[in-house]
């Protein structure tokens, strides 16, 4: 066990690793009447091709499986896992993203009860054929109402220009036909896969005990019957090919206002360790010092009308790959899109990249980094997705502090390539 | 606790240790007159723009970035019969930041609210002209949302789409584009002296430096608002039904009903574990039969206006199903009024929602609201004791009774092209 007092931040975190490789994070909140847990897994909608638990080669899943498995672990085969939590008042939810699958809930009260709970249905499979077929119609109801969303399809269609062979570009919840083909047998055999406890964290932020949390989670991984961890095999290795990128497509929809987004790959791999962190965190300033609301090219961009309050833009550093996206509502979709690539096509030749702003916009990043540490759900969303590497949320006040103007001219200087961009248009449907 | 500063001029301040950040929101109160809602909203985008010391965005954005990234946002609402236009700053506490931001962030507010970009008695005619077209655009755009769309359909269709409840707060694209610099200027002259003011501080902060603070923003005295906040919309003696034609993968069955119970006492706990029972948690009937076991929609649940005297279920379902769906929430309606759920539901139902209030009291947001509705709902308890009390004290039969108040009223359906 690990116990750390972070000065700058005011927050201690207790960190250990469990014989059966479960990793437990916990973050002590005294004054607080929450108590947020998550169980995460290492596992994403990008996990379609693997090599299974005990075979030696590889398949290949039904795209949108991960998110299917994610809603069916609650359901058993005489009750739901939502009510046990409901029976105790707490609040149960779950999400999977590209590369994570997390299962929490959050609750006031009886809080051993309801770790318990979480800690048994998510190792508990239960999938027969009549609940995956029920699920079916539950999950087809969400891939149309995904459908129908405007800001889902642009974020979709830059990952299918980024990504046009890596399986990032394909939606999480996969399509109606691809989980078609979801049975118990695969659902079993991917959660074999990657439901070991060696690739899952579980995070409590709370109200708590440390060691308290630690001892119940040992006692149940104790009372299971767990084979010594097999890291999962993912062939799929990182995308960096600008070669691949599709440079624009546009997509026509019933919608009123066009759509324009700007996507940047990255060519080499970000990782979750220090040098990795202090890179995704370069890119986010050099994208705030260009971009951003105290920008004079923002201002410009926005005094013309080619870009409105809707305009944003993010950097994702996930396993094997990174991007940066660009983009909002445009009267007029290429003017925004063009604009944002002539700057990017400038490489490292950044006139906005001056010492005094820098020194603002970092002062303020950090601001909005300790406004963040209010909120429970983001405090373990953040803590859970760094368990992984070296580098852990309350780290990142002092890897903030270290970034350099240097940093981000070198960062610019690797990341802005005219090759490396894409773009992505959602124009208004014409009535003929 | 709560402080004159002046006459409909309020100050409540909440020190508490427990979060990183100081909370400050002022909120202007005005009658809800649906003809000033466009530039109402208009002027938000106005002030937040620019101030006379910081005539651009950029240099306002750049104060913000000096303030250890405040954030700071202007927006507008409902509160009953009343208008509401809220300013909110939320700073990071002087233990972190090392620097006095408390007082900085007031001197902001001062010039933001006091000292807007007014040359020879008018907005700058420029900023005024792109403002007014981006949010015009903006409400366009807001019916890519279809779900937001049909919700607020649904309310236009119950409470009568010209009238101050049947309009959204933030006003219509044309509202918005018909808004000149003199409209403008009244609508800030109206907030600036006569909207009631309640001016509310949550943090580590000490109530001497921040009534001292507060009154830096020499706010005049004006009358106290005499308008009743609650809203009671007649019975209807027959549903009311749209359907809406729209290019949509997943079409959209919302439902509005007529909330009997008062807004304190028992029946109104009681109409809020009977409005969680029926829809209004995963526990819930619609949620359990509807999503679950029917598996007929993506989501189908139920929100409580009490203050509106007002309840209103969405679903996200299939064209197809569009007659099933709507006899499923019917029956399940009708369950709940009949008493068909058992001890057991009953116990989680509400234990759900003392859970989920105990954890509201750990967000700022939550509190400063509380903080509001103290000032605005008589009756109201903002303490989770007396909550508790409230909710602990429910039984069965009065449950029934609430359910037996929620009185179907109108029925809003947006479906795909397969509508004839």
Redesign the interface.
Known sequence: MKERFYTA??ERQVTTQLASGLRVVIVPRP????TYAMLSVDYGSIDTTYVPLGASEKVQDPEGIAHFLEHKLFEKADH?A??LF???????NAFTGATRTSFLF????QIDENLKTLLDFVQDPYFSEATVN??K??IG??I??Y????GWRLYFGILGNLYPTHPVRNDVTGSVESIAAITPDLLYRAYRTFYQPGNMTLTVVGNVDPQHVIELAEADQAARTIAPYQAPIRPVSFDGDLAAILPYRAATL????PKSIVGIKGTTPVDDDLVGTKYAITVRLLLEMLF?????LY?SW??A?IV???FDFDFTAQRTYNYATLGG?A?DASALSEALTAVIAKGADQPLLEEA?FA??K??????Y??S????EQVANQVSDQSFGPIGLFDLADVMQAITLADLQAAASQFFRLDAVSVFHILP?VDA | MSIALASGVHLSVLPT?????VRIELHFLAPLDVSTFSARTLLTSMLETSTAAYP???AL??E????????FGIGVAKEGQWHRVTATL?L??D???GEGTLAAGFALLNEVLNHPLITAGQFDQGVLA?ER??LA??L??M????QLQASLATQALYFGGESGQGVPSFGTPEGARAVDNAALLSAYQQLLTRDQIELVVLGDVDQAQVEALASTLAFAPRPELSVPFVVDTPLRETVQAQTEE?????AKLNLAYHVAAPTSGPAFYAAMVAEELFGG???SFLFTNV??KA?????ASSSLDPYRHFMMVQT???TADRDRVEALIDTQLTAVQRGDFSD?LLA?I???????R??A????RFLARQALLDRLASGHHSDFAAFKAGIAAVDRAQVQEAAAGMTLQSRYFMGGEELS
């Open positions: 931040v005011a004054t607080y009447h929450e739901d939502f009510d409901g029976a105790t008042g707490a609040s149960a959050s609750a006031t009260d029920k699920e119609g539950i109801q969400e149309m109402m459908q129908d969303d405007p019933p919608l009123v206002r951003g609301d105290s920008s004079p201002q926005y005094d009308g409105d309050d809707s509502d009267t702003r603002r916009i002062h303020a990043a950090l601001g909005k300790y406004q540490l209010n909120s429970l449907e | 240790t427990q979060f990183k950040t651009t965005q950029i954005s750049a913000l970035e000096r303030l250890f990234g405040a954030s939320t990071v506490n233990q972190f930041s792109r077209e981006n655009l903006y366009e755009s019916a890519e949302d279809r729209a290019p949509v993968n997943q948690s995963p526990l999503r679950e598996s007929l929609a993506y989501y996200g379902i299939d057991d989680n509400k234990a759900g929602l003392l859970s989920a105990l954890a009291y750990d967000t700022p």
